[in-house]
């Protein structure tokens, strides 16, 4: 095996073996006005999750309302105005896959949808999906309020951040709900300040990898 190859094998075992837990965020704690949500996965006080927005109004909680097939009110609602509209913040990674649905708040269905792009630690791209808002049937009964998109992508890697671009013709809102994923929930300490379990694992794979080699060579 190469080294640069076992250095992704050391990552990705590292972070399974972090504690990451699969969780769903349903927003029902989020405060209206706030300009960034966090989450924290094992309620030890440090955030494993942070949503994030630059518009100085902060997020909404409110609508779109009962009747959609992928929010369940309250969600996370901002403005489709900024580039990019959303940021989430991986602070102790994700893997295998991300899963959100989104409404946005057009009452003519001349809307586009929203570009989601995952990137690692070196801002590489992992992924990127695009997925159109459109009515949907509720409950396979009554249209939807509002134009609606299931958001489900897997990646190879592990995750850092990402990005999610809503692009639109007439709506002026967005909302997200239900995001679901698999978030690092146990940290190392070094010094006093925490390190991310995969990060910190994958430093002493490298360490390894450069004794390994240098005692090779002194053979």
């Keep these: 095996m190469k080294p640069i190859t076992k250095c992704a094998a050391v990552l990705l075992g590292a972070f399974a073996a972090s504690g990451a837990n699969a969780a769903i965020l349903t927003f029902d704690d989020a405060i209206a006005g706030e300009t960034s949500y966090a989450f924290d996965g094992d309620g030890d006080g440090i955030d494993d999750v942070v949503f994030s927005t630059t518009d100085p109004s902060g997020f ?117 709900d239900n995001f679901e994923g698999t978030f690092g929930s146990s940290e190392n300490v070094d010094n006093g300040v925490p390190v991310p379990a995969p990060l910190a694992l994958l430093g002493v794979g490298l360490v390894g990898l450069a004794t390994r080699k240098r005692r090779s060579a002194e053979h």
């Design 60 to 176: 909404n909680t409110a609508g779109p309302g009962p009747n959609q097939s992928y929010i369940s009110e309250p969600g996370l609602e901002g403005t489709t105005i900024l580039a990019p509209d959303l940021r989430v913040d991986f602070l102790y990674g994700t893997a295998g896959s991300l899963r959100f649905g989104f409404a946005m708040s057009s009452l003519t269905g001349l809307v586009d949808g929203v570009e989601f792009s995952i990137y690692d630690t070196s801002d590489g791209l992992l992924a990127s999906t695009n997925v159109l808002a459109d009515f949907t049937l509720v409950d396979g009964v009554m249209e939807s309020s509002f134009p609606e998109g299931l958001v489900d992508v897997s990646f190879a890697g592990v995750a850092s951040y990402a990005l999610f671009d809503f692009s639109t013709n007439d709506a002026t809102r967005y909302i997200i």
